[in-house]
């Protein structure tokens, strides 16, 4: 079977595909048409081919070029909603003054950063959810686990009490992901994420992508971002607990905080392992992350498919580079 190293994210009512050279993003929009954006990816530094290394930087610029296709799809939401409003007088009217004093605080923004101001708030974006993601999944744990009255002092304990928050750690993941997955929109996303995970297996299997080639293969996928953040899960126990549980919570805390470049390193090394190679120790280490699938990929629709193989096409290449990200997710 032959392997890629495409991948993606699912968006509002399309999908972004990121492949060795390109990335692109197809959009279906209200009226039905679907609207791809294609551009080059950077050119990749020394480090971004060094293991462990090239795990933190493929993370993050993963995250920058989905925050972008993200803002990208919601435009054409957004221009929808903006279309209802303008068809209502009254809510028009009603609206209006205050729609004033949004266009002009954002006129001026933009006139102070200029072109910048895009770029900025991408960024920011981005450090935001990453200061939420270690908030929730990382910090939070280990002061849960903290109040628990255990022996710090033999290694023993220290894994035992790492052992009980990486269970915190997964309850959390666990809970958001079904919570997440109550919404309506959410429900969408998941299936335009079903849509790219077996368009990407329609690939490896070297069919021709079409809709009815496409809709026979799973949801599901090794190289999901779920299994990826799954791995990180596991990963940061075995890592936490080289070092010593300390009495003051902020040191363990900051203790995290700086291993979790090296977490996200190790994880990625492994989530492309996975990806690589179909042995029995592979299905073992994949199985966590396949079963929480069940719910982020829900199976898509005629429509949602066409998306993922107009975004796929602009992709694809002849010969890969298999250092490339780490997407599927």
């Known amino acids: 079977m032959k392997k890629t190293t495409i991948g993606g994210q699912a968006l509002i009512e399309g999908l972004l595909m990121i492949g060795p050279e390109n990335a692109a993003v197809a959009v279906r929009k209200p009226d039905g048409e679907i609207v791809v954006d294609k551009r080059p990816l950077p050119v990749k530094s020394k480090l971004s081919k060094v293991p462990i290394i090239r795990g933190v930087i493929n993370l993050v610029r993963q995250m920058v070029l989905g925050m972008k296709a993200l803002m990208y ?95 915190i750690r997964v309850t959390l993941f666990f809970s958001y992901i079904v919570l997440a997955s109550l919404m309506k ?50 990963i940061s126990i075995l890592i936490f607990s080289l070092v010593q549980w300390h009495d003051k919570l902020i040191v363990n805390m900051l203790y995290r905080i700086l291993l979790i470049p090296l977490v996200a390193g190790i994880s990625y090394e492994v989530l492309k392992l996975a990806g690589r190679f179909n042995n029995r120790v592979m299905s073992i280490i994949n199985a966590p992350g396949m079963f929480f699938q069940i719910f982020t990929t829900k199976e898509p629709d005629d429509d949602m498919i066409e998306v993922a193989i107009a975004a796929f096409n602009e992709v694809r290449v002849d010969k890969e580079d298999a250092d490339n990200t780490c997407g599927g997710c």
């Open 73 to 167: 799809s919601a435009e054409f939401v957004e221009l929808e909603e903006e279309e209802k409003k303008d068809s209502n007088d009254i809510s028009k009217q009603d609206n209006k003054e205050e729609d004033k004093k949004k266009a002009g605080l954002g006129a001026f923004i933009e006139r102070i950063l200029g072109e910048k101001f895009n770029d900025i708030l991408i960024y920011f974006s981005v450090i935001v959810s990453l200061a939420l993601s270690i908030g929730l999944f990382i910090l939070l744990p280990n002061l849960l686990a903290s109040l628990l009255k255990l022996n710090r002092e033999t290694r023993g304990g220290v894994i035992l009490l790492n052992v009980i928050e990486g269970l």
């Open 185 to 234: 929109d959410v429900k969408r996303v998941w299936q335009y994420h079903g849509a790219e995970h077996k368009t990407i297996h329609c690939y490896e299997h070297e069919e021709e992508l079409t809709v009815e080639n496409i809709k026979k293969y799973s949801t599901k996928h090794p190289r999901c971002g779920t299994s990826f953040m799954f791995l990180v899960m596991i």
